[in-house]
DNA sequence: AAGCTTCTTGACTGGATGGTCAAAATTGAT
DNA sequence: ATCAATTTTGACCATCCAGTCAAGAAGCTT
């Protein structure tokens, strides 16, 4: 599978010495940038580099000259995306007060539904095509830190300082309510018709909803 | 864009005697199934002929016997979908108990993401995509049916017979918490193991979730 | 400003993929 | 059994698209 680095490439990817000047550096945020709007829209398949390089304002063959191929730009973008996508899971301190760190916890993952809809788009997609580039940080990455976070969500239960309530759908619905807002903003926008924006009124909402379920 | 029908098609799309053998029936129905495996895994753009043939066990000139052509497939496919999908919503009885009837509506769309996800994400990947191909569906039907639903849910809310909410959100929420079950049904199976099925528990979380939430 | 390195690109290529077609096989009515 | 209509397919074709390459342009270093 592994070919053997041609001359030209300075590229990315499989460990090697990262040393990147300032027009690398530039260049290759931009790239991501570009592949970021193009994935998030169009699907891993649907996009092309014509795409991306025309989005990007490079030529094609400059964009092979940043990165190994298509493939390569996608999964550079997909582990970026996926450090800061369990950060605030991470932020839920076991030793903070129940319901303010779960209710915390949903106001971070709407602002992010908010703030980088085509990053929670990205990762959609990707779960949608069934995992296939993610299985692994799913799998590992993910799951221990869902079942932490269970952990802790279970001995709130059991202390009586939140309402009796399966973690795992718990955290799930957070997921749900929080992403639909960006990944269906072009079904909402529609029902709602234009002037609004798709997360109007849903922090409202979302912090009635759980401030009714979590009441012990 | 319209090209003249060629002489061995006796196919589908805009308006036509649609006289239909026994033969055709059965074919047609067959190939939009493996379209519907196919299209709801890969998307629109990263299903092939090939994949779909393969998938129906016919050739691929057959196919285009059958119907125009890649996009005439998915049209149909997606145009079936959409007339069952506003089913459940219709299904919303103004003069029923407003909890009751609120409840059902949970349960038949859990219960359509529970036995059609392949539905539900062949419809999440249209959505994500910015919805281009069924914006007129969305910005009409769909519309008109949850404009009429949340002046209902007001009535019951000004009633004081369930909990002050936005009707909106509210059904918002119940399409992302019960379709979440389905499209991200990978992530769901990778964080919880083998073993369990994504639905599992989710009936009685959701339940007790609305209970709370709708109580007065 | 010379000369080396980095960056950029026009012109390709090979393979995948949507779609065509004419001829062969099958079906069904008589 | 006959024969016309329907169905099926192998062999194509045209386009799209990821990726290559060699040569030229721009940056750096001295």
Redesign the interface.
């Known amino acids: 599978m592994n070919v053997p680095r041609s001359s030209t490439a300075r590229n990315s990817s499989s460990a090697r010495p990262v040393t990147r000047s300032r027009i690398q550096k530039r260049n290759r945020q931009i790239i991501l940038e570009a592949a970021l709007e193009v994935f998030s ?6 996009a092309t580099l014509d795409q991306l390089a025309t989005e990007a304002g490079l030529s094609k063959p400059n964009l092979l000259y940043y990165f190994d191929g298509k493939e390569d730009i996608h999964r550079e973008l997909l582990t970026q995306l996926l450090d800061t996508w369990l950060a605030p899971l991470r932020l839920i301190n076991p030793q903070g007060d129940p319901r303010t760190e779960i209710m915390e916890y949903m106001r971070r993952k709407l602002e992010m539904s908010r703030d980088f809809p085509r990053e929670s ?1 990205l990762f ?2 990707e ?5 296939p580039r993610i ?1 692994g940080f ?2 590992d990455d ?2 221990l830190l ?1 079942d932490q976070t269970a952990i802790t969500l279970r001995g709130w239960v059991d202390q009586g300082r939140i ?1 009796p ?2 973690p ?3 955290i ?2 957070i ?3 929080t ?3 960006a ?2 903003a ?3 926008a ?4 234009a002037g609004h924006e798709p997360h109007e ?2 922090e ?2 979302l912090e ?2 759980y401030s ?2 979590l009441a012990p």
């Open positions: 829209t169009h699907g891993f398949r649907g788009r959609a997609n779960i949608l095509q069934g995992a299985e799913i799998r993910l799951r869902v309402a309530v399966d795992y759908h718990l799930f619905s997921w749900a309510l992403q639909h807002y990944d269906f072009a079904q909402i529609l029902i709602r018709g009124g849903a409202a909402f009635h909803l009714r379920l």
